[in-house]
């Protein structure tokens, strides 16, 4: 096995991501692993920050489906250039998040055309892809009774009928993809915990 692995969790707004992007840091720590990359999309850089903060809160002018998707992209490759490649071959990187995103909001949630994703991955030359994606799956009502006390996102405040699109994209991709393991995030926190810990371990 090599001695580094990339590690993508996924899922819809409220399903837990950064919770156990955490938990799986403690978990490697105490496998006397400390060389890990923690990060998230959209963001992970100076620049890429930046553009988060106007793809998620940005509310000044209307705010179209295809301008999401660019700036996405443009964060996406300041992450890509600036964290992943220069450390994919020594570090174990853990990012929240990462293209499927892209799959299951933009063709899923927002009816962009998949060919358009395709060339936009071509385009900025994302050849690196995850070891193992953790796709915590919730149901979308769950999610957002999670998050209903925190202020809400651009994102967040999108219908259930969104999120239920979303969802179903990412069950349409994590049920053909061999290195996607879904994880039943409806369930409490300990049992997810519980599931994930074995994932890891099974690295091993």
Known sequence: MKNNKFIVIEGINGAGKSTICNYIVELLNNLNINNIIKTHEPGG????EKL???IKFSKKEIFSHKTELLLIYASRLQLLDNIIRPNINTHWI?????DLST???QIGGRGINKNIILFLQNFINNNIKPDIIIY????PIIALQRIK???KDRIEQESIEFFLKVRNYYLKIANK???IIIVDANKSLKNVKFIIKKIINNFF
């Open 149 to 151: 006390f925190k202020k």
């Open 45 to 48: 850089t100076f620049i890429a």
């Open 136 to 139: 915590l799956d919730v149901d």
């Open 103 to 105: 799959f299951a909001y």
């Open 177 to 179: 993809k061999k290195n």
């Open 52 to 54: 988060r903060n106007i």
């Open 94 to 98: 853990l990012s929240d998040r990462y």
